[in-house]
């Protein structure tokens, strides 16, 4: 049995929408101690729907197939809907994680979820 699923593969070897949104509504950073890897997510945020999502990850493979599958799970949901994304359904996306791999995918739902904080926070200002 192949350790990484052919999903984790895929979003490893061509990962969506990485990089970084200039005038972005929300940013979250996060980094795991232990492994040292870094993430950090941008979104931009219309009529409560999340409309663009881009990130910038400093980390193992499975690191960046997380952010890249988190990143197409949460464009274009609602707030709402974006924070109801879980490690969990992360995982299950991507076919599955190796147990030592598991928190990669806690890095990924965490910094989305950051972001979102980040815009929320700005906007009741
Ligand atoms: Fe730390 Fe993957 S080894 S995020």
Request: net charge neutral; glycine share 8%.
């Amino acid at each position: 049995m192949p350790f990484y699923s052919e999903k984790v593969m895929e979003h490893f070897a061509n990962p969506r929408n990485v990089g970084e949104i200039a005038q972005a509504d929300g940013i979250g950073e996060i980094g795991n101690p232990v492994c040292g890897d870094m993430m950090s997510f941008y979104i931009k945020v219309k009529d409560n729907k999340i409309e663009d999502v881009k990130f910038k990850t400093f980390g193992c493979g499975a690191a960046i197939a997380v952010s890249s599958m988190v990143s197409e799970m949460a464009k274009g949901k609602t707030i709402e809907e974006a924070l109801q994304i879980t490690n969990d359904s992360v995982a299950k996306e991507l076919g599955g994680l190796p147990p030592n791999k598991m928190h990669c995918s806690n890095l990924g739902a965490d910094a989305l979820h950051r972001a979102i904080e980040d815009y929320q926070k700005k906007r009741n200002k």
